[in-house]
């Protein structure tokens, strides 16, 4: 059908939103909403399936605006066609408490599918959506049930494409030919700095033909409605590789400093909105105006989007008669409920049992649960190896015609790319029907900080299967070693940091973040063997902390992580033949720990003697729980780990010492409190 | 010259070394090395300019092995050609306080340029290097006197490519147009998760086209000596864009494993071992043998490096003749001696100026002290408008041909490339002439992080302005608000991190920063005015920490720093009002404070009362110098800053009550110890 005035009018009615909102806010970025509206109602008009009234109906066409920034073409959008976001939301846009956040939040709005804004995320995450749907389809999709075919469609500018995370992304969406993915890229060649051609003069689609992904160029995005029609539906005609899209654009469009960075990222002056909205037949004394035909016109998409949904969800009755299990498991992963009893198969160890790295005590975790859990969807940045994240009898998830592997693999050879293997396990967390995990080694992970932050912002279930965890990864030495990482991460809120003992631990570490639904785990993973430890069980550990080592005539607690725990058990018997008793408490996981009754954590670390913390990172954040601390406020070194460990005085002698001067420095302090104690509580 | 027998002896010995040091370390990686033995052979022996007596030779050619854990290689040629690194430093590769760590550490190994293994670093390192090359020589060079005209040549592996650090850097180097830098691709097919085609097959050549790079490819890496040397003189003689020279190998090469990744990262077993050294005509019996003439031959290119420094520095005696002021300029740099009397035009403030956001306050110290010292290297990651990095009159460092600027300019446009950004400033820095200083939002330094240690590590003079430091950015929401941040850069150790309160705070940040010529500073800047102090000093805030408000019968110390510090002063005023006195302490710089003697730092944070601190990010860490802690530990909101301070309880009132509660919490305890006082020192 061809484009009529009310389509226009559709589209400057966004614009014209955006600006209002804008200056309502005195605050916001116009320029982005402005350029790209035509392209947005295309993309919403002609090729979205979508329910505004389920924003989360499972088959629906994903639609990730990566210039997050821009956020207010995909709010206008919403509004328009439905969704549970009104008019007030809008003149409530960048104000405390609204729905409509300065950049787009997952967890906050209806129809965001994930949290942009960060340059480089959200087209990273789209390869992920990208990937949980062509596995999901891949595993469901029956002969006369095409079940699960939804596209993924994605906005990007400038910004986003000079990001390292969404180059890693894209060269790995070309490798896995994943052609459900279209990319529309808003070449508008403006940037905060000015003129693209300051810093950004590569050719785009050459790289991104590079990558292996199809490319097109279309080359007026401000009026060409048909021809940006055309080359999505040549796009979608593509099934094995990606598209991406030049679309030319001017900035801001309508307003009088069009094509200039003047309107990127600030409200237009009062003058220019007015004429923009002259410009475009809109009275503009009024400001949120919406005429009934513009909501008419995409209620009639609305509707469709509700038929298409009922539509689907008659085929899936259909589907439910003859493959009733794969239905039952399609509704137990969307619902997020995992199969009943699947904690039995975590293994449980006794004190008895050998010594063991906690990096293979994942791996037989994973080994014992990866086939009653479908959902679980692994992959490692180039160190299976080294991870253990892979297991007996699987399968690659690869492009089907490389023969290595297919598309209901399970496991993902991201590449030696951590921050694009971040960001696309948020997006096939989003995506909905998977939990993924992946590895690499602790201190790499950080090159993923960008993307961590946003799981926990979001909250995606993510598990990242953290090894050589620290100066125990030994010869690699100080490149390698993390020291400052886990502080780091214990510090992002509403991120589980888990640092196992042992093998209960280890359990515990998976049990807890296989049920935390919408918390990411970093689960930090020794290279070097770890003895299983006498008081430890997988519900004991479950709580975050327990006492590994009691003693009622105690002089000093010691709380320690991981490695580091089976140590200060050891240390007990170096101050016990100096006739000093101690305690010894396991705290593998602050977050889980703090969440419970103050009476179980004093039970913990109680009051009446001092408490002295010991781990092989920076001892920062320690003092919460302690009141003396004993850590690596350095780099490490290389060699092999007994060397260092040595070197560094994580010995059973190193820690008596630090035990006796902690003891010798608090006793003339009444009374000792413990430090989980305080004034007063933190605002959550 | 036409390669001979004893050049091949020479390859083979570079092997064979590699070979032994990892057996011995029963660790690390020969199939690097013995892949790109040949490869490093044509580099050293016909392109690079060196001394090893004097590895800082400033116009020396440099080397950078961007796959690091390949260093043997790099070890090998270092004691070859008579670095200061001998046969027993390689017989302790990967031991404890050798100065062969597992992977190379710049400030550690004579002729280690940069720290690599960190995958990607290196690359973009280089490309740093190269634009201060470029720099330097437009700055310095006269007619008749190309005195500072070095190459950069890299080694990089397919892992270093998959990184998005390493695109970043890449993409800008094509637009720099950086022909003074020259980078060998190990096309070897192999990564830990095996063949490169698992996850990587991207035309990776066209990439870099893509970024305008020259690009060739040498089939033969493993014999074809001559075809890699003439595609480097190609190379060469492109001036005006980057090469890329793909050199197609077999990863150790000689190992019954050669070709596969069985050999990538173990010692070769020693019947393997015995094999290659028979291969190749070596007593398998003897280990860490070298015969004389490979010494012999390896001396000759050492010598002539002696002599072509020797020739260098009588072109710099004539050229002090021509040019003194610009030769003392570079023997000032050089030297890391700063200008007598820069400090003078830091500015200083009195509590009477007006308020002022600490990003304006950074970009008029800037102003001020841009043209004394021409070291600085500005830029942002395409946002210099909102980082405020910029100065009048400043000139772009820009291709010539660009017309928007030339290679004397001292601006960088780095496009938003955080992670880039920080790897090549740290190439920048290690260069030798320049110190690098860059902006963005303190939240996307995190972007960056796997660069931030590096330049910790590596003892790099690097310098973040990372502005819109906090919640007080306000309406762009919790996406671009730092939480965690702060507590991730304080526990790096050998980094500054600095939140000046305002603008002597301001001078003295960047007083610190400038004069800390080994270690990276992070100076988080505010986008909201801030109220000038009236206890601060240049003087008092270079401290790290001093008393703003002082009262000798105060019942409490509030400590703050940054934005909070002035609402933690009209904090004092609410106190007062009930009858209430309080301290202030300012502590801008933690890893400063924690330098000053313990009597000093006692005087700001004294026994006898309880300690507050108040600060909007993750209060982790806090407790190391406060009873109480008053943050943030949960993610932020977008709005107006000054509701979103209001929803968050950041008030003189909200400050009030958790001192009260403080106070009142407190008063039982006997004695109130300053948490500065410790039962034990921490190692160093």
Not at 195 to 216: C, I, K, M, P
């Amino acid at each position: 059908m061809p484009y009529t005035d009310l389509d226009w009018k559709a589209i400057n009615t966004i614009r014209v939103l955006a600006v209002d909102a804008t200056s309502a806010a005195n605050s916001g970025h116009p320029g982005a909403p402005m350029g790209l509206a035509p392209a947005a109602h295309v993309v919403f008009q002609k090729f979205m399936t979508f329910n505004p009234k389920n924003p989360k109906f499972l088959n629906r066409d994903r639609f990730v605006l990566s210039n997050g920034h821009g956020c207010m073409l995909h709010y206008a959008l919403l509004h328009l066609y439905g969704y549970d976001l009104s008019i007030d939301d809008l003149k409530h846009f960048r104000q405390v408490g609204s729905k409509t956040p300065g950049h787009p939040e997952a967890h906050d709005t209806p129809g965001i599918e994930v949290t942009t804004g960060p340059l480089g995320q959200g087209v990273s995450n789209a390869v992920g959506i990208a990937i949980a749907q062509a596995q999901a389809g891949a595993t469901f999709n029956k002969p006369g049930f095409d079940l699960l075919n939804s596209h993924t469609y994605v906005f990007v500018g400038d910004g986003c494409l000079q990001e390292g995370v969404a180059s890693e992304a894209a060269s790995l969406a070309g490798h896995l030919q994943l052609g459900n993915l279209i990319v529309i890229y808003d070449d508008n060649h403006i940037t905060i700095d000015g003129d693209t051609n300051v810093s950004f003069t590569e050719d785009v689609l050459a790289r991104f033909e590079a990558y292996g992904w199809h490319t097109q160029w279309v080359k007026d995005g401000n009026e060409g409605l048909d021809d940006l029609e055309k080359a999505i539906e040549v796009a979608k005609s593509v099934k094995n590789k990606p598209s991406i899209i030049k679309l030319t654009t001017i900035i801001g469009y309508g307003s009088l400093q069009q094509g200039t960075h003047g309107v990127h990222g600030s409200p237009l002056k009062p003058d220019d909105a007015k004429q923009v909205k002259e410009r475009f037949g809109f009275d503009p004394s009024k400001f949120f105006d919406v005429s009934p035909e513009v909501y008419g016109l995409y209620k009639e998409t609305a509707d469709r989007g509700a038929a298409a949904e009922a539509e689907w969800n008659a085929l899936f009755e259909k589907y439910k008669g003859s493959f009733a299990t794969e239905a039952s498991e399609i509704l137990r992963r969307y619902e997020k409920r995992l199969p009943e009893g699947w904690q039995n198969n975590l293994p449980v160890y006794s004190s008895t049992d050998g010594a063991v790295a906690s990096r293979k005590l994942s791996e037989t975790v994973l080994a014992k649960v990866i086939n009653t859990l479908p959902e679980l969807l692994g992959g490692s940045a180039d160190l299976t190896g080294s991870n253990l994240t892979i297991w007996k009898g699987a399968v690659d998830f690869q492009p089907p015609d490389s023969k290595i592997g297919d598309y209901t693999g399970r496991y993902i050879r991201y590449g030696v790319r951590e921050h694009g293997m971040g960001a696309i396990m948020n997006g096939i967390s989003a995506y909905g029907l998977h939990i993924p995990y992946a590895g690499t080694f602790l201190n790499f992970v950080s090159y993923a900080a960008g993307a961590v932050r946003l799981s926990a912002l979001s909250q995606h279930q993510v598990i990242w299967v953290a090894t050589h965890d620290s100066i125990g990864l030994g010869e690699d030495g100080p490149t390698h070693q993390p020291i400052e990482t886990v502080a780091h991460l214990r510090a992002i809120p509403n991120l589980q940091l888990w640092r196992p003992a042992d093998g209960n631990e280890c359990s515990a570490a998976y049990y807890v973040a296989l049920t935390s639904h919408h918390t990411p785990s970093v689960l930090c993973l020794s290279r070097q063997n770890l003895p299983q430890l006498e008081n430890s069980t997988i519900e004991h550990a479950m709580k975050g902390g327990y006492v590994v080592h009691e003693d009622s005539e105690a002089a000093v607690t010691i709380v320690s992580t991981g490695s580091e725990v089976g140590i200060c058990v050891d240390a007990i018997k170096t101050l016990a033949a100096e006739g000093i008793k101690a305690r010894v408490a396991s705290l593998p996981c602050w977050e889980v720990f703090d969440s419970q009754s103050q009476d179980y954590k004093l039970s913990v670390l109680p009051d009446g003697v001092p408490i002295l913390s010991v781990e092989v990172y920076s001892t920062l954040g320690w003092e919460k729980y302690s009141h003396e601390q004993f850590g690596l406020n350095r780099f490490g070194a290389s060699g092999p780990y007994k060397d260092i460990y040595k070197k560094f005085e994580f010995t059973p002698e190193g820690i008596a010492k630090r035990a006796k001067a902690t003891i010798d420095f608090w006793k003339d302090v009444k009374p000792i409190r413990s430090p989980l104690k305080r004034a007063f509580t933190q605002l959550i």
